[in-house]
C-alpha cells in the first residue's frame, strides 16, 4: 500500500483543520476543485439551477402560461431564445419556472425516502430480535425487485399526477434507507457513549434521538445528494410516459412529452427542455462523485 | 459445497419474491381509484351490464376469495386476461417479450463493448485528458434522460439526414421471418432472409444505441473506479516489480480482478436497463413489452400492467442469482473451497 | 530496450549519489530525501536502517522507478543502476530493468501475489518476460527454484492459488520470483516483517544464501537493526530521509557514532541486559513540511549544540565509517565514546 510515502491529502486534511480562517479554507477547497475541474463544473450546474429556482420571476421573459396564439411554434429568436409552443408559451419562461416542479418533486422524493427510511432503519436496529429480522426479510423482498417498474406500477395504480409519481417513487427508494441507517446504528450502538447512555438509564427513544441520528446522518446525506442525480431523471420519465406532472404544468418532462409530437418539424420544442433534465442531472452526479471521492479514504490518494 | 450453501437461500429470498410481488400487484390492483368495469363497460353502460361484467371479472367475490383465486391463476401460469386486448396477458407478454430480449440484448453488447474499454483507458491515464473525457462521457450517459435522448437521434438521423429508421423493428413491405427464436436478427439469418436481416438490423441501431449509452456510463463508471481499487493493489506492484509489460500488467492482472466485482453491478444494471427499454420502446414504437405496458397504463389495463410487473420481478430476480452464480464462478477463492 | 552503461565504477550495482526528492502537497513540499548517497558493489549485501517514514523504500523506489508518477520531484542526484540512470528511463525501459536487473521483494506477502491468477502462471509470466524460454522451460524453472526455496511439492503449489498458502510460502514463492531471472540486484523491503518470528529466520537465510551462491547484491530494508546486523556486509542509518551515519556492519553496530544510532542500538531488547530498563528515544520523528533547522535529530539529541541547530552536518570519516555529526567532528579519534557496551 501507501505506507511509503505521505498520502497528500490526508496532510491536506489536517492543514484544513489546523486553519481556521475563511480564505485559507477557500484556497483548499480551490486546491481541491483545480485537481477535479469536472466537479467545479457540477457545482457550477446546480447552483446555477438554484438561481433558477428561486429567481424564475426575474429571469424569466415571459408569463410561462400566458397563451399567445399568434405567436404558435415559432423558432429560437431574439424575443424567444427556445422558441415557443403549439399555443404561443414562451418556451425559455417554460423551461426556467420547470425547475421548480422537476427539481421540487426530485428534492421531495429524496426527502420522503429519506426520512421514512432512516427513521425504520434505525427504529429496527435499535429495537433488534424478531422485529429487526422481519423488517429487513421485507425490505430484501422489495430491494430484489426491479425499483423502477414498480414505482411505474404503483404510480400507474395511484392516478397519474405529480404527487403520486412523486410518492411511488418515493416508496420503492426507501429500503435503500433503511440498510443504511440501520446499518449505522448497529455500528453505533456498539460504541462506547451509546453503552454508558444504556448503563445510566437513558430511555431507547432518547439514545436513539440524541446519540444515533446525529451520528448516523452524515452517510445518509452523502447518499440522499448521490441520489439526486437519479430521481430527477426518473421523476421526468414518469412525467414524459404520462404518469406524473400533467399538461399544462411546466415540467422538463412534460415538456417533452408535449414537444414529442412535433419533434420532426419543431426540433426546438423538445430539445431545450430535455437539455435541462440532461445538465442538471449531470450537475448532480458531478458533484455526488466529488463530495464521494472526498469522502472516501481509499481514493483520497488519488 | 460452498455454492450450495449460498444457493439456497437465495432461491428461499426467490420464492418470498414472487410471492411478494403477487400480494403488491394484487394490492395494487385492488387499491385503485379507476373502476376496471366502468372502463370496459364504457361510460354509457347501465348499471346492469356493469353488474356482468363486475361478475365475470370476478370482481363481487370477497378479497380474500379473490387472492386466492389469483395466487392460484399465478400458478397455473395464468395472469389473467387483458382487458383492452381481450387475450390472456401470458399470451400477450409471449408475443411482445423477444422483442424486449433482443433490443436488451443488442444493447447490453453495445454497452459492454463501449464501456468496459473506456473505463480502463480513465483508470489507468487517471486524471489525464483521456479520463476527463471518459468521465465526461460517463457522467452525459448516466444522466441522460434516455426519452429525450431517443427523440434527438430520431430528429438527427431519421429526419434531419434519413439514414437509418426512426421506429418499428422491420421495415414496411418487409415479411418478417418466421418466428423461432422471436430475435428478428437469428430468425431471419437462420431463414436465409437476408432483406429482413438488414431491414431488423438497420431498425435496431438507433434503440439499441440509445439504450445502451445510459448503461454504458454505469459499466465504465464501476469498472474505474474498480481498476482503480485494483491498480493500487501490492500485486500489482508485485507486477511492476517484475517488468511485465504494461498491457500484461493491465489486462491479465488488473482487469481480471477489477471485473469481478463488477459482474454483481451486471445485475443491478439490468434493472435499468429493463426501465430504459420501456421508455426506449415507446420512443421508438418497438414492439415489446415496454410499448405493451406503457400503453397498458394509458388505458388503465391493470391485469396486463401487474402481469408485466410480475413477469419482470420474477426475470430480474432469476438474472441477479445467476449473475451472483458467475460472481461465485469467477472468484477462485469461493470456487475452489 | 535497455541502455547499456557507460563509464561505470568497476563492481558497483548501485549507486546513488546526492538525491533529493520531494513530494508536493497542499501544504507545501514533504522533502522526502536529502542528499541521499548510497552505493552497492556487485554481490554486495547492503543494509538500510531506520524508523519507519525515514525514506528507506523511497530511496530504493525512487532509484526502480517504482514510485507513482507525478507524485514526486527529484530536486538532485542521479541514480546508476548497473550503469543505467533510471530516473531519465521512461516506463518501458524501466519495465526491462525491473526483474532483470533488479527485483524488489515486498513487505507484505498477503496481497503482493495476485488473488485470481496460480501461483504457477504468475512465476512463468516473470521468467517468459526475461528470458528467451518455452512455456515448458519457464516451468521447469520456475519449479526448479521454488524447491530452491526449500518448498516441497513444488508441482502442487504452482497449481495452487495465493489464498490457499500460508504467508511465509507466499513470501518464499515472491523470493523465488525476485531470483527467477538471476537479477544483479535484489531490493527485500522489510520482507519478514509481517511474518511469525519463527519464519523470519528462516526466509532470511534463504535470500541471504541464494544471493550468496548467485553472486547477487542485495539491499535489505528494515526498521529492525538486529534482523539486518547478522546478514549485512554494510549498514545505512537513515533518520529522517538522511544518511546519518554508515559502515561496516560491525563497525557500526560496535562503536555506533551518531547520536540515533546510539539511541536506535539502545532501544534493541536482545542488547539490554534483563532487568535493565528498555530506553525510548524521547521526542518523535521531525515533520518533513516543516524539518528543524540544521541537524533534523537535534531537537530530540541530548548532546545538541548551537551548532547543531544551525548547520546540517555532512557525512564524514573514512569509509569504514562515516557519521554525520558536528560532535564527532572529522577524524576525531573515539577514545571516551561508543566502545564496545
Not at chain 2, 449460498?6 to 419474491?17: A, D, K, N
Not at chain 2, 389469483?70 to 409471449?94: E, F, H, K, M, W
Not at chain 3, 550495482?13 to 513530494?23: G, P
Not at chain 3, 546519518?244 to 560491525?250: D, I, K, L
Amino acid at each position: 500500500m501507501s505506507a511509503v510515502m505521505p498520502t497528500e491529502p490526508v496532510a491536506a486534511n489536517a492543514a484544513m483543520r489546523r486553519t481556521k480562517s475563511l480564505s485559507e479554507r477557500m484556497r483548499y477547497l480551490w486546491y481541491l476543485g483545480r485537481r477535479s475541474p469536472l466537479t467545479l463544473v457540477g457545482v457550477a450546474i446546480i447552483l446555477a439551477v438554484l438561481v433558477m429556482i428561486i429567481a424564475a420571476p426575474f429571469i424569466a421573459p415571459y408569463n410561462p402560461d400566458k397563451v399567445s396564439l399568434t405567436a404558435r411554434l415559432l423558432p429560437p429568436s431574439a424575443a424567444h431564445w427556445f422558441g415557443t409552443d403549439e399555443v404561443g408559451r414562451d418556451l425559455f419562461s417554460r423551461v426556467i419556472y420547470g425547475a421548480r416542479a422537476s427539481c421540487g418533486a426530485a428534492f421531495m422524493i429524496v426527502l420522503i425516502s429519506m426520512s421514512v427510511g432512516v427513521l425504520i432503519g434505525c427504529f429496527s436496529g435499535v429495537v433488534g430480535g424478531r422485529v429487526d429480522t422481519a423488517i429487513m426479510r421485507l425490505m430484501d423482498v422489495v430491494l430484489a425487485l426491479p425499483a423502477l417498474v414498480l414505482a411505474m406500477a404503483l404510480a400507474a395504480a395511484l392516478g397519474p399526477s405529480l404527487f403520486n409519481s412523486m410518492l411511488a417513487v418515493a416508496i420503492v427508494r426507501i429500503p435503500a434507507y433503511v440498510r443504511l441507517a440501520r446499518g449505522q446504528t448497529l455500528s453505533l450502538r456498539e460504541q462506547v457513549f451509546v453503552k454508558a447512555a444504556r448503563t445510566y438509564g437513558a430511555s431507547p427513544f432518547y439514545i436513539l434521538r440524541w446519540h444515533i441520528l446525529p451520528n448516523a446522518m452524515s452517510p445518509i446525506i452523502v447518499q440522499a445528494t448521490l441520489d439526486l442525480g437519479g430521481v430527477v431523471l426518473i421523476a421526468a420519465a414518469l412525467s414524459f410516459i404520462g404518469l406524473g406532472a400533467q399538461p399544462p404544468t411546466a415540467e422538463w418532462g412534460a415538456l417533452v412529452s408535449s414537444g414529442r409530437s412535433y419533434m420532426l418539424d419543431q426540433w426546438w420544442y423538445a430539445t431545450f427542455p430535455g437539455l435541462a433534465i440532461l445538465i442538471t442531472a449531470m450537475g448532480c452526479n458531478l458533484v455526488g462523485d466529488g463530495i464521494r471521492d472526498m469522502l472516501d479514504p481509499r481514493l483520497r490518494g488519488r | 459445497m460452498a455454492i450450495t450453501r449460498i444457493i439456497v437461500p437465495r432461491l428461499i429470498l426467490l420464492l418470498f419474491v414472487v410471492l411478494g410481488v403477487a400480494v403488491i400487484t394484487f394490492t395494487i390492483s385492488h387499491l385503485i381509484p379507476g373502476d376496471p368495469a366502468r372502463m370496459i363497460a364504457g361510460d354509457r353502460a347501465s348499471a346492469e351490464t356493469l353488474e356482468n361484467v363486475r361478475r365475470n371479472l370476478g370482481l363481487d367475490r370477497p378479497v380474500v376469495e379473490q387472492f386466492t383465486i389469483y395466487i392460484g391463476n399465478l400458478l397455473q401460469g395464468d395472469l389473467g386476461t387483458s382487458l383492452r386486448t381481450n387475450r390472456p396477458v401470458a399470451a400477450d407478454i409471449r408475443t411482445f417479450l423477444p422483442a424486449t430480449l433482443e433490443l436488451g440484448t443488442v444493447a447490453l453488447f453495445i454497452a459492454i463493448c463501449l464501456g468496459v474499454p473506456l473505463g480502463v483507458l480513465s483508470a489507468v491515464y487517471k486524471d489525464g485528458p483521456i479520463d476527463q473525457i471518459a468521465r465526461t462521457v460517463s457522467v452525459c450517459g448516466i444522466s441522460m434522460p434516455v426519452f429525450w435522448f431517443g427523440l434527438i437521434l430520431i430528429y438527427v438521423f431519421y429526419a434531419k439526414f434519413q439514414i437509418l429508421p426512426g421506429s418499428g423493428r422491420l421495415a414496411m413491405g418487409i415479411v418478417a421471418p418466421e418466428r423461432i427464436t422471436g430475435f428478428l436478427l437469428i430468425d431471419s439469418l437462420l431463414q436465409g432472409r437476408f432483406d429482413a436481416f438488414r431491414s431488423a438490423l438497420y431498425h435496431i441501431i438507433l434503440p439499441g444505441f440509445v439504450l445502451a449509452f445510459a448503461n454504458m456510463g454505469v459499466i465504465t463508471r464501476q469498472i474505474r473506479a474498480s481498476m482503480l481499487d485494483v491498480l493500487q493493489e501490492d500485486y500489482i506492484r508485485t507486477a511492476r516489480a517484475s517488468g511485465l509489460r504494461k498491457g500484461m500488467i493491465i489486462f491479465n492482472y488488473a482487469l481480471r480482478n477489477a471485473l469481478i466485482p463488477s459482474i454483481t453491478l451486471l445485475g443491478l444494471a439490468l434493472g435499468d436497463l429493463l426501465y430504459g427499454a420501456v421508455l426506449t420502446e415507446t420512443i421508438f414504437a418497438w414492439p415489446g413489452m415496454g410499448t405493451y405496458v406503457v400503453t397498458s397504463i394509458q388505458t388503465l389495463d391493470f391485469p396486463a400492467i401487474m402481469g408485466f410487473t410480475i413477469v419482470a420481478s420474477i426475470g430480474y430476480v432469476l438474472i441477479n442469482l445467476l449473475v451472483d452464480l458467475a460472481y461465485m464462478l469467477a472468484d477462485p477463492q469461493i470456487r475452489e473451497v | 530496450m535497455m541502455t547499456t552503461g557507460t563509464a561505470e565504477p568497476r563492481g558497483q550495482a548501485l549507486a546513488i549519489n546526492n538525491l533529493s526528492l520531494e513530494f508536493p502537497t497542499f501544504s507545501g513540499a514533504v522533502k522526502a530525501l536529502d542528499d541521499v548517497s548510497i552505493s552497492v558493489g556487485k554481490a554486495e549485501i547492503v543494509g538500510i536502517v531506520g524508523e519507519s517514514g525515514c525514506g528507506k523504500s523511497v530511496t530504493t523506489m525512487a532509484a526502480t522507478g517504482l514510485l507513482p508518477k507525478g507524485r514526486y520531484r527529484v530536486t538532485g542526484g542521479t541514480v546508476r543502476l548497473f550503469g543505467h540512470s533510471t530516473l531519465s528511463m521512461d516506463d518501458s525501459q524501466l519495465q526491462d530493468l525491473r526483474g532483470k536487473v533488479v527485483s524488489t521483494i515486498f513487505q507484505e506477502p498477503m496481497n503482493a501475489l495476485n488473488p485470481t491468477i496460480r501461483i504457477g502462471r504468475q512465476l512463468t509470466d516473470v521468467i517468459m518476460r526475461h528470458e528467451e524460454v518455452g512455456p515448458a522451460d519457464a516451468r521447469r524453472i520456475a519449479r526448479d527454484i521454488l524447491a530452491d526455496m526449500l518448498i516441497g511439492e513444488p508441482e502442487r503449489v504452482m497449481n495452487l492459488y495465493p489464498f490457499e498458502l500460508s504467508g511465509g510460502m507466499r513470501q518464499r514463492v515472491l523470493i523465488a520470483m525476485a531470483f527467477s531471472c538471476n537479477p544483479g540486484l535484489i531490493i527485500a523491503d522489510e520482507p519478514t516483517t509481517a511474518l511469525d518470528v519463527t519464519v523470519q529466520a528462516v526466509i532470511l537465510r534463504l535470500i541471504q544464501n541464494r544471493a550468496r551462491r548467485t553472486g547477487t547484491a542485495v539491499i535489505f530494508i528494515s526498521h529492525n537493526v538486529a534482523v539486518v546486523s547478522q546478514l549485512c556486509d554494510r549498514l545505512y542509518v537513515m533518520y529522517a530521509g538522511r544518511i546519518v551515519e554508515h559502515g561496516a556492519t560491525r563497525t557500526v553496530l560496535e562503536t555506533p557514532q551518531h547520536p540515533y544510532t546510539q539511541a536506535l542500538l539502545r532501544c534493541l531488547p536482545e542488547r539490554v541486559a534483563p532487568k535493565q530498563e528498555l530506553e525510548a528515544i524521547p521526542g518523535a520523528v521531525p515533520n518533513l513540511l516543516q524539518p528543524p533547522s540544521g541537524c533534523y535529530f537535534q531537537p530530540r539529541c541530548k548532546e545538541a549544540v548551537e551548532q547543531c541547530r544551525s548547520q546540517t552536518p555532512q557525512l564524514t570519516g573514512a569509509d569504514g565509517q562515516q557519521v554525520a555529526c558536528w560532535r564527532r567532528g572529522v577524524a576525531v579519534e573515539l577514545p571516551e565514546q561508543g566502545g564496545r557496551r
